[in-house]
Nanobody, 118 residues
């Protein structure tokens, strides 16, 4: 049973920072592209950032330059460093990766709430 466990969410003021972590039980972790998604109330879930096993990264335009995705393959963990947070970053953030057994299938964590408010 694959598990993705997120942590690090919380309440932060605009302009502040948070670091999300996702511990993954998948093996071998290093071959999986890992991603962070987010979903705000009343909105569709959107891809925020992703990182390949080799460390190549991709970001949605709205977070590029403010967020950094990284991974530690020795710890089976992916991170999302979020700086200069804005109110519009408020959402539930999910860690995700593809289920390589089935086309179009993904694994999801339980999500962690990030609230940016003064």
């Amino acid at each position: 049973q694959v598990q993705l466990v997120e942590s690090g969410g919380g309440l932060v003021q605009p302009g502040g920072s948070l670091r999300l972590s996702c511990a993954a039980s998948i093996r071998p972790f290093s071959i999986y592209t890992m991603a962070w998604y987010r979903q705000a109330p009343g909105e569709q879930r959107e891809l925020v950032a992703e990182i390949t096993g080799g460390g190549n990264t991709n970001y949605v335009d709205s977070v590029r330059g403010r967020f950094t995705i990284s991974r530690d393959n020795a710890k089976n963990t992916v991170y999302l460093q979020m700086n200069s947070l804005k109110a519009e970053d408020t959402a539930v953030y999910y860690c995700s990766t593809r289920d390589l057994r089935f086309v179009g299938s993904r694994y999801w964590g339980q999500g962690t709430q990030v609230t940016v408010s003064s």
